[in-house]
Every structure is written in C-alpha cells, then in structure tokens.
C-alpha cells in the first residue's frame, strides 16, 4: 500500500457517510405461486415472505462498504405489514444500523408513482443519505422503474443494474454487466443505486449480531403520517397463471431429435 | 396525439425489440416520431427522427433531451423496449416529468395491459388511468417489427445540452458480439449436467455455431444459476428468476434439472427441448420434447447430426 492509498484508506475512516437501503418484503422465490378463488390476487396462504433477492444484495454491497469504514450509517427502509417487522430485525442483526418499516398492508398493489413518492417522502424526511440502493426490480409487482424515478424526481445521480461499488476517497467507483460489456462507472453522492444479482456471496447474522439487534432502533411508521395521496394511475385487474404446458414427449434418439427439428419445428 | 419511441442500439444497429415498439405504439396514434443517438437509419420508420450526437449514453444525459422533445412536441406517450439499458433511462426519465412507467408489456386487450408478476410466475391485467406523460415498455418478441415508411422523416440532429455526472472509467466490450438472450429465436442453455465449465462452452458453442450454420436463425447462450454460481459463465447469461427472462421459438435445456426459479424464466418458450440423464427431473413437467441420457455423449452426437445433414 502506498502513501496515497493508506491516506485515503485513512480519510475514509471518517467519512460519516449515510446510507439508506431499500428492500421488499416478497414470497421465497422458491414458492409456487397459486391464485386466489376469484383469481383477483395470489393465494397468500402458506407462502414464506423474504427479503427479496436484489435488495439482499445490495445490502451485502453496504455492508462491505461498513466492513472498511465503521464510521459509515447503514438504514434499511421497507414498506409492508407490521411483521415485515422480522424482516428488518434480520437486516440490524447482518450490521445495519436503523431499520424503518412503513406499514401499509396492500403494498403490492401501489402503482410505480405511488410507491415511489412513498419513498421520496421518506428521503425527505430522514435523509439526507449519500447512497440510496435499491432493488433493480421489485419481483412482485415485476416494477423495475422504482429506482430511477426516485434519482430522477430528487434530481440525484443515478446508475442502475450494479454488480458492485466500492468508495474511493469521495467517490464512489460502480461496476456493472450490461448487454454492451463491462463498465467501469465512477460518480460524487449522492447517487441512487439500484442493485442486480452481486459476484459475491450474502453473509449471514451471526449470535452476537442477532443480539445486538435487539437493542437497535426499529422505527414503525403509520403510512398516513407521510399525508400521501394513494392513486389509481394503474390498477391490477385479474390474474391468470401462465398457460400449461402440453407435455412432454419423450424421444428415443438423437435422430428422433433431428427430426423434430426438422418436420415439427421447421427450422433445418 | 403524438407518440415517442426510443430507439436502443447495440454495436451500431437498432435493436429488434426498438422497433417493435413501433408497431405496439400504434395502437395509440399515427403520429409516431423516434429518439435515438447517432446512428439516422430509423428515419425509414418514423416521422421525425431526433438523433442526438453523443459518445456516452448515461441515463441523466438521454433523459433530459428526451424532455425536452417531449415538452416542445407536447409528446403524451413515449415507448421503449423493456431492456435494461432502455429501462435505466425511462425511469430516470419518469421521475424527472412526473410520468407513469409500465414495463414488459407483453399485450393490450380490451385497453388492458397485461404484463407478468411474480417473476413471471403469474400474469396480471393492468388499466392505465393517467393524464401525465406515459411511458410504455414493451417485452422482447411480445410485437412484430413494423414495414418501413413509404418516405422517410425528417431528421434533426442536435447535441446533449449538458454533460453526463456520471463518468465512464472503462467499457470491456465482450469478446464476441454475442446476441443478447432476450432477443434470440434459439436459447442453448447448459446447467451442471454437463460436468465442467470445459464442457460447457466447448459443446454448448459449438452447438450454437452449427444450429446458426443450419437455420439462419439467432441463437444464444444461456445458463442455470447453478453453473453461474459456480463460476462458468457470468451473470449475463443466466436465465430464471434472478436472471433473464426469454420466449425463443425454441429452448434447449441441457443438463439442467429445472428448479422453480429457472422454469419461470424461460416456460413461456414456444418449444422447450430438455436433455437430462435424470428422468424425474422437474425440466420434462415444462418440456415438449425430452432426450434421457448423458448430454455430454448426446451433444456431440447431435452436433455430428446437424452438420451431416
């Protein structure tokens, strides 16, 4: 390590930066997902909620930053019933330092505006935060525009679909996979962030961590303390699982297969 | 009523998916003009084609022109094709006017979109009630790709009014100018059937080049999460729940069991084709066409196959 690093590495220890991240309460992405009677929603009974895929890495991204500079504040917002509560408990037992669930029981049906000025509210409220991550896609309600019009309203910075990001003295230096290579993206803060799949794996709570998080602040907000107007932008009519399948059939030989392809299929 | 697509390009050439927002566009007006950078071969499509000269296409930049024409043109819809790159721009682009994002629109019934949920494990209908600005993405291979104009349009050329915050440290472009996932007629993907990243991308390459030989069709590479987890290939390739989501006309699983999370990635293919040594295995609930056996003795054969006939 040479001076300048070391000085850097050094000018880090102190940075005091805040951090907010933001995830979803979602069914275990192992769940088979059945509809309701009147298929107007899915059938909630017996399914495990987690925290969703993407926002768990980002929060592992956080944590890392943490790991070299304890001086950093991580907070973990949520919108959700009250047990999401649990949720949030797990994320103070990983290293976060305050946790904020607003309750609001049918979150999985706000539109992309609502829930976004949700959180805009929030950010208002207890910000200023450096980084603000989220996921790159909620995966209920499929919305992947959360981020970016957060970044876009607050006039922030904004990259989305990171892989990782790292500071380096007051910038922060962003890595993505996209469809044209791999970039390399370096920004000030504050910037929003939203997170995919990290090259990394996610920690998990240890006893001592768990213990500790029993003494951290989880703030429970009521919805209607924000004076949020809830809209009917878009409304979620009825739901249809995806068509079934025909079947399989199976095929003796690797000439059965060739032939498929070429008198049922038509494509040699 | 005037529209706007947005129009993504990749190694110089309009996407497919771009221009299929063209044809979905008009189900909303005529009046359809384009945003794209650089490149003016989308004038054949449009009525006015805005091409903005810039080297860099951050998402602060392309937002802020692109509300600009929305502003002077009195714009009400703007389309795009739901990639990742078109949907960093769109959102930013919504939360700077205030403007109503819907992604991966797969079809409009009956002033009805419908899109997936849950990871595609289920489909909803939306209604759309909004006055503001909408801004309407639509699925890979959910449209068809439109019939050139008779004349083309008018072209305006013009530069970003300001600089990006952010800056590009490096772009590694990827070795081969592959085609992306979403956007192929023919997925080869591979899981840990196949026993070692060498036989992963030594068989399912070689597959690839003899299927494009054969068909002249577009063909990519795809992966489990298992052998992306593991190292074989990266994150780009995967398919299933935390990965891509793709509907080829057909889908070959090789080596891969099927986990929840991969079927909801790619079961809405038109043909599913799944060769695996374990006959149980979750793939065959979603496959057409099954092969029991070794992959690593049936893709060499099959590749044997395709180049003697």
């Known amino acids: 390590m040479d001076k300048t690093q070391r000085k850097k590495l050094y000018a880090l220890k102190f940075s005091g930066m805040r951090i907010l991240n933001v995830f979803k309460r979602v069914p275990d992405t192992y769940a088979e997902i059945n509809l309701n009677s009147d298929n107007s929603d899915i059938d909630k009974e017996n399914l495990n909620y987690v925290i969703d895929p993407y926002g768990e890495y980002a929060m592992e991204t956080s ?37 904020y669930l607003i309750k609001y029981d049918n979150y999985a049906k706000l539109s992309p505006i609502s829930i976004s000025k949700i959180y805009i509210k929030f950010i208002e409220k207890f910000g200023p935060f450096d980084i603000i991550f989220f996921p790159k896609i909620d995966i209920d309600t499929n919305f992947s525009s959360i981020g970016g019009f957060v970044a876009g309203y607050l006039k922030l910075n904004y990259i989305a679909d990171i892989i990782t990001a790292y500071l380096d003295s007051e910038y922060i230096i962003i890595e993505k996979e996209s469809d044209r290579g791999k970039e ?30 029993k003494k951290k602040p989880l703030n429970i907000i009521d919805i209607n303390e924000f004076e949020i107007e809830i809209d009917n932008y878009l409304v979620r009519g009825n739901l249809k699982l995806p068509p079934q399948r025909a079947g399989v059939i199976f095929l003796n030989s690797v000439d059965e297969l060739v032939k498929v392809l070429k008198e049922e299929i038509k494509v040699l | ?33 384009g945003f794209i950078t650089n490149l003016e071969n989308a004038k054949k499509y449009v009525k006015k084609l805005y091409v903005l000269e810039t080297e860099n296409e951050l998402p602060d930049v392309i937002a802020k022109e692109i509300s600009k024409i929305i502003e002077n043109e009195k714009i ?13 721009i ?20 009956n002033n009805y979109f419908i899109k997936s949920i849950y990871s595609n494990k289920v489909y909803a209908q939306f209604k759309l009630n909004y006055e503001g600005i909408k801004i309407l993405g639509i699925k890979p291979k959910s449209f068809k790709i439109p019939k050139e104009l008779e004349s083309e349009g008018e072209v305006i050329k013009f530069k970003p009014s300001k600089n990006s915050s952010i800056e590009i440290i490096e772009i590694k472009p990827k070795e081969t100018k592959e085609v992306d996932l979403t956007e192929a007629d023919i997925v080869v993907s591979g899981g840990r059937g196949l026993g070692s990243a060498e036989n992963y991308h030594k068989l399912l390459r070689e597959l690839i080049e003899v299927l494009k030989e054969k068909t002249n069709l577009k063909v990519a ?52 084709i799944a060769i695996n040594k374990d006959s149980e295995a979750p793939i065959f609930k979603v496959a057409d066409y099954g092969l029991i056996g070794d992959v690593n003795v049936i893709i060499p054969e099959l590749i044997q196959k395709l180049k003697g006939g």
């Open chain 2, 1 to 33: 009523m005037k529209a706007l697509v947005y129009f993504e390009t990749l190694n110089n050439e309009i996407r497919d998916v771009s221009l299929s927002a063209i044809e979905f566009a008009k189900n909303f007006t005529n009046e359809i003009y």
């Open chain 2, 221 to 272: 590479l795809g992966a489990s999460q298992a052998v992306v987890d593991a190292g074989w290939i990266d994150h780009s390739h995967q398919v299933g729940q935390t990965g891509k989501t793709v509907s080829p006309l057909i889908y070959f699983a090789i080596g891969i069991s099927g986990a929840i999370q991969h079927l909801a990635g790619m079961r809405t293919s038109k043909y599913i």
């Open chain 2, 76 to 88: 009400e819809y703007v389309f795009f094709a739901s990639t990742n790159k078109s949907k960093e």
């Open chain 2, 90 to 109: 769109m959102s930013y682009l919504a939360g700077m006017i205030n403007g109503l994002m819907i992604e991966d629109i797969e079809a409009y019934e």
């Open chain 1, 63 to 99: 944590l890392r930053m943490k790991d070299n500079d304890n001086s950093i504040e991580l907070n973990v917002l949520t919108i959700g019933p009250e047990n999401s509560s649990e949720l949030l408990r797990n994320a103070l037992a990983l290293g976060f330092d305050n946790a």
């Open chain 1, 184 to 213: 390399k993206l370096k920004s000030k803060m504050p910037i929003v962030l939203t997170h995919d799949k990290a090259p990394y794996e996610i920690r998990l709570a240890n006893i001592k961590g768990i213990m500790m998080a």
